[in-house]
């Protein structure tokens, strides 16, 4: 039987799958597809020229080696790019053989100048003073240059550098960049936009909170002044959102956004938002907005490792001219270990500490003022407050979870509640097991594993427990 593109290219993506992290598959090889088989050249399609780029720089070596495989020692891949024109017209295809060596075809675009109307009102111009040029309400301290990568936030920047560069030209329209407080989300988006500010200063840039954004929609209600929000947010080149997830339980703001939104995408203006969660896990917000979140590139930013925390404080005293010893910079690095914002904010404690008390940091001082710095994080948690919280969040009794009843939904609070006492208290595996119903250590060992094996999993699992360690976290 002849082999069509599609079979060599699923034969292909089989083997890259088992070979790549999950979420990279996901993200750069599920959009592309197989287009042409001629002879032992296998022809795809890529949705954007940054997407070609990537393939070829950090997936090259398993491509070749994997249409070697299938197609022979003479197999050959070239991919066709697409390219939008504008939005009016369709997209055109450039093929490029792949080499290994990034080459590229040629790429089209047309700008459109877009002049701000100086007759629609600003709202972020306060009332009574002179009318000025959007200002992007952007802090010019977040750069791409101070922002550190790593291995949690590498696609997001990634991303967002190649949306600094070619605003509304590449894929990922909108930009959603996603993850827990305190990672980094805002210096990202704010960064993006001030690249596109450096390299195209004529184009209209703003930054806004969503709670700001919600904020002037019910003051342009009260003023009868909505036309003028709204004409003002749709001749934005680029609108940076930040906390979406703040739309929750907003109908008329959400439906505002939503037309807004759609008349920027339709003209090739770039939107990128932040948020908390991902889009399929925000709740509150309406499935049509939901959906317009999706289009694009959905990238989330995780905790930092030991290695990338360092470097990020590093980096600081770099920028503050500041040296400190090496061991003080891993201590602080191991002890808080949930948040940049947090990290950042122990290493200026400690130099306070330092200048106040004329001491020099040492080890002992960092020990000392991390003592009182982490220690919401660092006190007790009992079985009995974890439980009572899986329960409420739940919405099952506490003595069902003590049973020896099956049903689902309490076995699943039973095994989160272990899971959680073994991550937040010192018990043994036999008092937990005691704890919850008199069960034995195996009992409470295959829970914890069942729930580290359903987080790696089921994302949808994998916030509830997020949700409630945030509660833990926070008590």
Same mark, same amino acid.
């Given at each position: 039987?002849?082999?069509?593109?599609?079979?060599?290219?699923?034969?292909?993506?089989?083997?890259?799958?088992?070979?790549?992290?999950?979420?990279?598959?996901?993200?750069?090889?599920?959009?592309? %597809?197989?287009?042409?088989?001629?002879?032992?050249?296998?022809?795809?399609?890529?949705?954007?020229?940054?997407?070609?780029?990537?393939?070829?720089? #950090?997936?090259?070596?398993?491509?070749?080696?994997?249409?070697?495989?299938?197609?022979?020692?003479?197999?050959?891949?070239?991919?066709?790019?697409?390219?939008?024109?504008?939005?009016?017209?369709?997209?055109?295809?450039?093929?490029?053989?792949?080499?290994?060596?990034?080459? @590229?075809?040629?790429?089209?675009?047309?700008?459109?100048?877009?002049?701000?109307?100086?007759?629609? %009102?600003?709202?972020?111009?306060?009332?009574?003073?002179? %009318?000025?040029?959007?200002?992007?309400?952007?802090?010019?301290?977040?750069?791409?240059?101070?922002?550190?990568?790593?291995?949690?936030?590498?696609?997001?920047?990634?991303?967002?550098?190649?949306?600094?560069?070619?605003?509304?030209?590449?894929?990922?329209?909108?930009?959603?960049?996603?993850?827990?407080?305190?990672?980094?989300?805002?210096?990202?988006?704010?960064?993006?936009?001030?690249?596109?500010?450096?390299?195209?200063?004529?184009?209209?840039?703003?930054?806004?909170?969503?709670?700001?954004?919600?904020?002037?929609?019910? @003051?342009?209600?009260?003023?009868?002044?909505?036309?003028?929000?709204?004409?003002?947010?749709?001749?934005?080149?680029?609108?940076?959102?930040?906390?979406?997830?703040?739309?929750?339980?907003?109908?008329?703001?959400?439906?505002?956004?939503?037309?807004?939104?759609?008349?920027?995408?339709?003209?090739?203006?770039?939107?990128?938002?932040?948020?908390?969660?991902?889009?399929?896990?925000?709740?509150?917000?309406?499935?049509?907005?939901?959906?317009?979140?999706?289009?694009?590139?959905?990238?989330?930013?995780?905790?930092?490792?030991?290695?990338?925390?360092?470097?990020?404080?590093? %980096?600081?005293?770099?920028?503050?001219?500041?040296?400190?010893?090496?061991?003080?910079?891993?201590?602080?690095? #191991?002890?808080?270990?949930?948040?940049?914002?947090?990290?950042?904010?122990?290493?200026?404690?400690?130099?306070?500490?330092?200048?106040?008390?004329?001491?020099?940091?040492?080890?002992?001082?960092?020990?000392? =003022?991390?003592?009182?710095?982490?220690?919401?994080?660092?006190?007790?948690?009992? =079985?009995?407050?974890?439980?009572?919280?899986?329960?409420?969040?739940?919405?099952?009794?506490?003595? =069902?979870?003590?049973?020896?009843?099956?049903?689902?939904?309490?076995?699943?609070?039973?095994?989160?509640?272990?899971?959680?006492?073994?991550?937040?208290?010192?018990?043994?595996?036999?008092?937990?097991?005691?704890?919850?119903?008199?069960?034995?250590?195996?009992?409470?060992?295959?829970?914890?594993?069942?729930?580290?094996?359903?987080?790696?999993?089921?994302?949808?699992?994998?916030?509830?427990?997020?949700?409630?360690?945030?509660?833990?976290?926070?008590?």
């Amino acid at each position: 039987m002849e082999k069509t593109c599609t079979d060599v290219w699923e034969n292909c993506l089989q083997v890259i799958k088992d070979n790549i992290p999950a979420r990279s598959f996901k993200t750069w090889f599920e959009p592309v %597809k197989a287009v042409k088989l001629q002879g032992n050249v296998l022809t795809i399609q890529v949705p954007s020229l940054f997407f070609y780029e990537w393939l070829e720089e #950090h997936y090259v070596g398993i491509l070749r080696k994997t249409v070697k495989k299938f197609l022979g020692e003479h197999g050959r891949l070239e991919y066709n790019i697409v390219v939008e024109k504008s939005s009016s017209s369709r997209p055109y295809t450039t093929n490029i053989p792949s080499n290994g060596n990034g080459a @590229e075809g040629k790429r089209q675009s047309i700008p459109v100048p877009v002049a701000l109307n100086k007759n629609i %009102k600003n709202p972020f111009v306060i009332p009574g003073l002179k %009318k000025m040029d959007v200002d992007p309400q952007l802090n010019q301290q977040y750069t791409f240059d101070s922002f550190i990568e790593g291995e949690c936030n590498r696609l997001a920047r990634s991303a967002g550098f190649a949306v600094a560069n070619k605003p509304g030209g590449t894929s990922f329209n909108p930009l959603m960049i996603y993850g827990d407080v305190g990672l980094g989300k805002t210096h990202l988006a704010q960064a993006i936009g001030n690249e596109i500010k450096k390299n195209l200063p004529d184009k209209l840039v703003i930054y806004v909170s969503c709670e700001r954004f919600c904020q002037q929609f019910v @003051e342009s209600l009260k003023n009868n002044t909505i036309n003028d929000f709204v004409n003002f947010y749709q001749t934005m080149d680029v609108i940076i959102m930040d906390d979406v997830h703040n739309f929750a339980g907003k109908e008329k703001t959400q439906d505002i956004f939503f037309h807004i939104f759609n008349q920027l995408h339709q003209n090739n203006k770039q939107i990128i938002l932040t948020s908390d969660k991902a889009p399929k896990d925000l709740s509150g917000v309406e499935e049509r907005l939901l959906s317009r979140f999706k289009w694009g590139l959905s990238a989330d930013i995780q905790i930092p490792d030991l290695e990338t925390r360092m470097a990020i404080l590093k %980096k600081k005293m770099y920028s503050d001219g500041i040296e400190l010893p090496e061991d003080v910079i891993e201590y602080v690095a #191991h002890q808080i270990d949930n948040s940049v914002r947090e990290l950042e904010g122990a290493m200026v404690s400690l130099l306070a500490q330092s200048t106040l008390n004329k001491k020099e940091i040492d080890l002992e001082l960092a020990k000392s =003022m991390l003592k009182n710095f982490v220690k919401n994080s660092q006190k007790e948690i009992s =079985m009995e407050y974890i439980q009572d919280l899986v329960c409420e969040y739940f919405e099952v009794p506490v003595e =069902m979870v003590k049973s020896k009843m099956r049903k689902r939904e309490i076995v699943q609070a039973r095994q989160i509640s272990m899971y959680l006492a073994k991550s937040y208290t010192k018990s043994s595996l036999k008092t937990i097991g005691n704890f919850f119903g008199g069960r034995d250590h195996s009992t409470v060992i295959y829970a914890c594993q069942t729930v580290q094996d359903l987080i790696e999993t089921d994302k949808k699992f994998k916030s509830y427990v997020q949700d409630i360690q945030k509660k833990i976290k926070m008590a």
